[in-house]
């Protein structure tokens, strides 16, 4: 039972430091950069039953040395972005952290599966400080735009209430919806770009027109950037 105890306790601590993580580099991005690439941070942590149901549809001993050697997403971390770019752009960084090692990619964007379902799975290798060692915690993290983790939700919904046999006709529909979600995607992509670039222009013009110095202008970014912190500090209070 200690064991077991353990076992759940550092995948629950993974997954807080995979959280700390993201949370930084969002809080990076929005008060450095004035763009926050990630929508939505959420995570779970397999349930027994799910674990229990695995070890049986794969043959894995149920014991904490099996579990941790074959079963990859006992924690899970999923991030929403607005834009499939936002993706890589995000699993960059993540990869990019020295004390973070990843294990296994899958590409399912650029290779969606049969079903349609599209995502980024990272399986990450997170150091994990304990009172009398260090572990290392597995994670699996999947990147998703919010059009991918709508259709996701609804084909997971149909797939358990279908008891994994899902008719034929809703399994093309839900390709086609796929699909229609893919698409969805590449355009509202090109419309960003395209308000991007046309707001870079407009900065440009103002930057020519401002009698602001360069130092001046950096500070009285810096100080709106603290005032919209606060706005949202006292809103959240209130």
Not at 58 to 70: F, H, N, S, V, W
Not at 126 to 140: A, C, G, N, T, Y
Not at 171 to 196: G, P, Q
Request: hydrophobic share 40%.
């Amino acid at each position: 039972m200690t064991d077991l105890r353990r076992l759940v306790l550092t995948y629950k601590f993974g997954i807080d430091e995979v959280m700390t993580k993201l949370s930084i580099l969002r809080e990076d991005f929005k008060h450095m950069r004035d763009y926050n690439p990630v929508e939505h941070v959420g995570s779970r942590l397999k349930s027994f039953e799910s674990i229990l149901a695995k070890c049986r549809r794969k043959g894995i001993p149920l014991t904490p040395d099996a579990i941790r050697e074959q079963m990859f997403d006992v924690a899970g971390v999923r991030v929403t972005c607005s834009f499939v770019s936002d993706i890589y752009r995000v699993r960059d960084m993540l990869v990019g952290q020295s004390d973070l090692t990843l294990l296994e990619e899958r590409d399912y964007i650029a290779h969606p599966k049969p079903n349609g379902y599209q995502s980024l799975h990272l399986i990450l290798q997170v150091p994990v400080f304990l009172s009398d060692r260090v572990e290392d915690v597995i994670v699996e993290v999947q990147l998703r735009t919010i059009a991918m983790d709508f259709w996701a939700s609804l084909e997971h919904k149909i797939f358990y209430k279908y008891h994994r046999q899902v008719p034929q006709h809703l399994e093309e529909s839900l390709r086609l919806a796929a699909n229609v979600a893919a698409s969805l995607d590449a355009s509202m992509e090109r419309i960003h770009d395209e308000v991007k670039a046309m707001t870079a222009d407009d900065d440009a013009v103002r930057a020519d027109s401002d009698p602001l110095g360069p130092e001046e202008a950096i500070l009285r970014g810096f100080w709106r950037t603290a005032e919209a912190a606060e706005a949202d500090r006292q809103h959240l209070d209130g």
